[in-house]
């Protein structure tokens, strides 16, 4: 099941091993490079168990958005080889190169992904879980991606969340809903409303 696939992918403290079937990381990186756009319904959970929901879309190259649910002034976007974090309650915004986030796994497919990942084990056949970190930049953290097998997804991996540890190991975990690939979605949409020259979001 996905659900277990999760549960063991959050215990990342535990010993993990190399998955039998050798291909499934050459199968991942297909998937990337095949993902031209998807759109998914989130929830988030924190260290905390905190817990938000909102919109995830991605366009191949490098743009994602997090549209969190209404109520929740915060809005992260990427776009322009940048990661942006916009909190509007307090008009902050935060900046940072999309290569020194663990997410620049999904919007950087040029990149050899048998380089910095490793399969995860995960007891079952359906599932396919890649661990990707940068050794010479321990900074970055690390994030730890689950798939399932699906005939009808780019490459017949469907991307199901993920696990991210920053460099403090704190977890946060992203679960996705009701997937679509290959849908129409605007360059627009990664726009965003600059809340230190406007107070509207």
């Known amino acids: 099941m996905i659900r277990s696939a999760f549960a063991l992918a ?5 010993p ?8 499934d990381l050459a199968a991942v990186q297909r998937h990337l490079q095949a993902l031209t756009t998807m759109t998914a319904g989130f929830t988030q959970t924190d260290r905390t168990g905190k817990v938000l ?3 995830f879309t991605l366009k191949s190259p490098g743009k994602l ?29 935060q900046r940072w190169p999309i290569k020194n986030s663990p997410l620049s796994v999904l919007l950087d497919p040029s990149r050899d992904i048998s380089r910095y990942a490793r399969l995860v084990q995960t007891g079952n056949d359906r599932v396919v879980s890649v661990e990707a ?10 994030i730890t991606m689950i798939f399932a097998r699906d005939a009808a997804a780019p490459a017949g ?6 696990v991210q540890l920053d460099s403090q190991n704190n977890r946060t975990t992203i679960r996705l809903t009701n997937q679509r690939f290959g849908v129409p979605v605007s360059d627009g949409t990664f726009k965003w ?8 979001r």
């Open 193 to 200: 409303v600059d809340p230190r020259r406007s107070t509207t």
């Open 16 to 23: 993990v091993a190399v998955q039998a079937q050798t291909g």
């Open 157 to 162: 991996l469907a991307l199901q969340g993920w």
């Open 133 to 142: 970190s940068d050794p010479k930049h321990p900074e970055i953290g690390r």
């Open 53 to 55: 929901t909102g919109t």
């Open 65 to 93: 958005r997090f549209q969190y649910e209404k109520g929740v002034p915060i809005l992260i976007v990427a776009e322009g080889g940048a990661l942006t974090f916009i909190d509007y309650s307090v008009r902050q915004v």
């Open 10 to 14: 959050a215990a990342l403290s535990a």
